[in-house]
């Protein structure tokens, strides 16, 4: 697992390790080339994921099962609906 900074680092590292043969999975799950798995996350995801209020960590855990890569600004809208 490998948790990033922000939405770029997350982007990189993503793009990083699907070039070249690797598979994208859901839930920011994937396999490099190699047939290494990894997940791919955001620190705010946990943040909003592990949230002391129960909608807003139900709204985050629902927007994350519809993604692959996570788009932290997806889940953040979600939650906000």
Known sequence: MVETDDQAETD????????????????????????VSWQVFPRRLTELTLH??????????AAMMKQK?????????????
């Open 12 to 35: 990189r590292l993503w793009t990083a390790l699907t070039t070249n043969g690797g598979e994208e999975s859901h839930c920011g799950w994937l396999k490099d080339r190699y047939g």
């Open 52 to 61: 002391a209020d129960r909608s807003v960590s139900a709204k985050a855990f």
């Open 69 to 81: 890569k996570i788009e932290i600004a997806d889940i953040e809208a979600a939650v906000r609906a």
